[in-house]
C-alpha cells in the first residue's frame, strides 16, 4: 500500500500519464483498446497494408485516370485535371471552340438584332445601310478568297498523324461567313451596350454613338476579327492569321491595317467572357505578333499617331 500510495503521489505530482490503467483485464472494454495480438497477427496485418499500398496507383486504370484514391480524387475538386480517356487534342479542342461558339450564339441570326437596331436609331444618322455594306464587301471577298482553290483543307492533328480532310470550298465558305456574321452583329451589340452604359455620357449619347458607328475601320477591324475567330475554331490550317489581312490589301476601301486590328482584340475578349480558352490564346497571340512587327511597318498609321504626341 505505502508503494502504490507512492507511486499515485509520483504520477500527480510531475503529471504523467499512468500507464498502470492498461493492466486491468476489462481495459479494452473499459477504455476502447484493441485487444492484444500475436506478433504473427500484427507482422500479417501490416504485410496486408503495404500490398494495398504498392496497388493504390493501378487501381484506378480501369476508371480511366491514374490519379491515387484519396479523399480528394473527386471529381467535383479535381475538375482541371484531365483523365487518361479525355486527353485534349486538337480535334476535342477544336469542337470545343466551336460548341462554344454555337451555345453563344444560339437564337442570333446573321442580321442585326432588334435591340441593336434600336441603338442604330439613336445616331443621328442610321448607319445600318452602311455596315450591311461593308459587311457584304467583305463577305464576297471572304469567300471568294477561302474558295479559290475550290477546296477547302482542314488539318487535324492527332498524336500519330496528320489527317487531311477535303471539302467543298464554296459551300463552306458560305457557311464560314454567316457564321461570322453572326458573330459580328452579336459581338457589336455587346460592346455598343458596354459603352453606353459605361462611358458615353447620357448628355451626349447622340453624337458620341454616331461617331463610334460611323467608322469604317472599326467595322471593318470588327469583322475581320469575327472571321478570324471563325477560321481559328475550326482549324483551317491555309488559313492561318495573317492571312484575313492579306486578302483586303488590293482592295483600298477595304484594307485593314494590323495596328487597327489589334485595337478590336481587347473589346471584343473583354465584353464576351464565353469565348473558349483556345481561342482567348490565339487572338492574345495575335496581339504580340501585331505588336512585335506587323504594327511597325513603312505604312503603319501608328507612325501617325506617334507624331502627335
Not at 507511486?7 to 500507464?19: N, R
Not at 467583305?138 to 469567300?143: K, P
Request: aromatic share 10%.
Amino acid at each position: 500500500k505505502y508503494i502504490k500510495k507512492e507511486y499515485e503521489d509520483f504520477v500527480l505530482t510531475i503529471g504523467d500519464f499512468d500507464e498502470c490503467v492498461f493492466l486491468n483485464e476489462a481495459a479494452s472494454k473499459e477504455l476502447g483498446t484493441a485487444e492484444l495480438q500475436s506478433q504473427f497477427e500484427i507482422d500479417e496485418k501490416l504485410f496486408q497494408q503495404q500490398q494495398q499500398q504498392q496497388q493504390v496507383p493501378y487501381d484506378n486504370i480501369s476508371n480511366g485516370t491514374l490519379v491515387p484514391a484519396t479523399p480528394l480524387s473527386s471529381k467535383q475538386y479535381l475538375d482541371s485535371r484531365t483523365s487518361v480517356k479525355k486527353i485534349l487534342t486538337p480535334i476535342s479542342s477544336a469542337t470545343t471552340s466551336i460548341s462554344r461558339l454555337h451555345s453563344i450564339l444560339k437564337n442570333h441570326t446573321n442580321e442585326p438584332s432588334k435591340d441593336l437596331q434600336r441603338i442604330f436609331e439613336k445616331c443621328d444618322k442610321n448607319p445600318q445601310t452602311k455596315i450591311n455594306d461593308i459587311i457584304k464587301k467583305m463577305g464576297d471577298i471572304f469567300a471568294e478568297a477561302y474558295a479559290k482553290t475550290n477546296q477547302d483543307q482542314s488539318i487535324i492533328r492527332s498524336n500519330e498523324e496528320f489527317q487531311c480532310i477535303m471539302t467543298s470550298g464554296q459551300e463552306f465558305a458560305n457557311k464560314r461567313r454567316v457564321f461570322a456574321e453572326t458573330f459580328f452583329y452579336y459581338i457589336f451589340e455587346k460592346i455598343l451596350k458596354g459603352e453606353l452604359s459605361k462611358r458615353i455620357p447620357q448628355s451626349n449619347i447622340s453624337q458620341s454613338l454616331s461617331k463610334m458607328v460611323s467608322s469604317d475601320i472599326l467595322i471593318r477591324s470588327l469583322f475581320a476579327c469575327s472571321l478570324e475567330i471563325i477560321l481559328f475554331s475550326y482549324n483551317i490550317c491555309n488559313r492561318v492569321f495573317p492571312w484575313i489581312l492579306h486578302i483586303y490589301e488590293d482592295h483600298p476601301q477595304l484594307k485593314i491595317p494590323p495596328f487597327f486590328f489589334y485595337k478590336v482584340i481587347e473589346p471584343i475578349i473583354r465584353e464576351e467572357q464565353g469565348l473558349s480558352r483556345d481561342i482567348v490564346k490565339h487572338l492574345n497571340t495575335i496581339e504580340e505578333k501585331i505588336l512585335d512587327c506587323l504594327a511597325w511597318t513603312k505604312d503603319s498609321p501608328l507612325w501617325i499617331l506617334l507624331s502627335k504626341t
